[in-house]
């Protein structure tokens, strides 16, 4: 009886051991599964970012464009403004041109040049001075044309076209 009882307590025993193997084993899976999935999601936002920062580089790029395309647009809107009325001068000396839903800042000096920010320094006369500020959401480029009309002619001429720093 005695031989049987030790009998039973090997067979519960073993079976514990099997058992405890058998949780040992699923703990070391449920770990590695874990680990790999953690890494899985590492590799998955990383290429988000990446994406992400691809993406804004070609946006940001895109809107420094348009902007340069609405400054040029104001330039070119005081140009004909100028050529068709030689003797035009916008009140107040700014005014907007908006293009979708952006816009560009025309200022034109008739006569005067800008040396701070209005115009306030006297030229020769026939002198038109525009500056454009485009905007394109956070985006901005400021060009600067430098034109003379021929009091005699009427003759436009275009003295100077740039890209001026903000």
């Known amino acids: 009886m005695f031989f049987n009882q030790i009998k039973k307590i090997k067979t519960s025993l073993s ?3 099997f058992q405890s193997a058998k949780l040992k084993s699923a703990a070391a899976a449920i770990t590695t599964i874990l680990i790999i999935g953690g890494i899985v999601v590492e590799i998955a936002i990383a290429a988000l970012v990446a994406s992400y920062f691809a993406s804004q580089t070609g946006l940001g790029s895109k809107l420094s464009y348009s902007a340069l395309f609405l400054a040029q647009s104001g330039v070119d809107d005081a140009f004909i403004k100028i050529t068709r009325d030689k003797d035009w001068s916008p009140n107040p000396d700014t005014y907007s ?31 038109y001075e525009v500056t454009s500020l485009g905007s394109s959401v956070n985006k901005q ?26």
């Open 15 to 17: 079976g514990f051991y």
């Open 97 to 127: 041109v908006v293009i979708g839903d952006s816009t560009a800042q025309v200022t034109v000096c008739k006569d005067k040049i800008t040396v701070t920010t209005k115009c306030d320094t006297a030229a020769s006369t026939g002198t």
């Open 141 to 166: 480029v400021k060009m600067k044309a430098v034109l003379y009309v021929d009091p005699t002619t009427g003759l436009v001429n275009i003295k100077s076209l740039e890209e001026i720093g903000i």
